[in-house]
């Protein structure tokens, strides 16, 4: 019986989106390979042709696993909970709960983070881009914050970790790169302090990734 190829993770070790991929990996305890993707040498390695033929957006990350390859950290992870759904389920079984999971993940995936990525940093101009980082988070964080009122319990969806979670914390710590004042989150910041203290959040961190910077590492 042929043994299956280890899944490989192209990641950039800063990358908010790979990070929530390799919190979902840790969860799932799937063994994988990591080969590195920069955004910033050589022009951006994502704009290779190489990566593009598996990434047709240029973006990280990118999963081959199961003799495919996918993109879209939200679809890698759902993918992984519909074909691992254990050690941790990402998504309860409760239609109601996983609609706000999804409306979360949404809510930062495509409301906050694509906002205040590097490609659209880059057209805002050096000058302009703190104080619209700051902005563009601070805008999504007050309707996450009112949203975690009804939802939240231990985490942002009840008492079980879920894929919401895996976007939180990459966004807190781009919140915090950016110097946005965190002090109005109160829900945020207690779950965040809370996932943070998980092994799965410790060893997917971007300080502790094979293409972190030697002055970056944990």
């Given at each position: ?14 990358s ?11 969860l ?14 050589d022009?951006g ?14 973006q990280v ?13 939200l679809?890698i992870i ?23 999971v ?16 590097l ?6 101009g050096?000058?302009a881009?703190?104080?619209?980082a ?18 939240a ?19 807190v ?39 972190t ?6």
């Amino acid at each position: 019986m042929a043994v299956p190829e280890k899944p490989v993770l192209y990641s950039f070790f800063r990358s908010s989106c790979s990070w929530r991929v390799r919190i979902a990996l840790a969860l799932k305890e799937i063994d994988y390979d990591t080969f590195p993707i920069s955004l910033i040498k050589d022009g951006g390695q994502q704009f290779t042709k190489e990566f593009q033929a598996l990434s047709p957006m240029s973006q990280v990350p990118a999963l081959k696993i199961d003799g495919i390859t996918l993109t879209q950290s939200l679809a890698i992870i759902e993918y992984l909970e519909e074909t691992r759904p254990t050690p941790v389920r990402l998504l309860p079984q409760d239609p109601k709960k996983r609609a706000s999971v999804r409306l979360i993940s949404d809510l930062i995936a495509s409301g906050i983070q694509p906002l205040q990525n590097l490609s659209v940093l880059k057209k805002v101009g050096q000058e302009a881009q703190l104080t619209w980082a700051q902005e563009v988070i601070s805008s999504g964080f007050e309707a996450l914050e009112h949203i975690l009122q009804s939802t939240a319990g231990k985490y942002c969806v009840g008492n079980e970790i879920s894929m919401a979670d895996l976007c939180l914390v990459p966004q807190v710590a781009n919140a915090q790169k950016f110097k946005v004042d965190l002090s109005p989150y109160p829900i945020i910041n207690r779950i965040n302090k809370t996932l943070l203290a998980m092994e799965a959040f410790q060893v997917s961190h971007p300080s502790r990734q094979p293409d972190t910077p030697p002055e970056l590492r944990a």
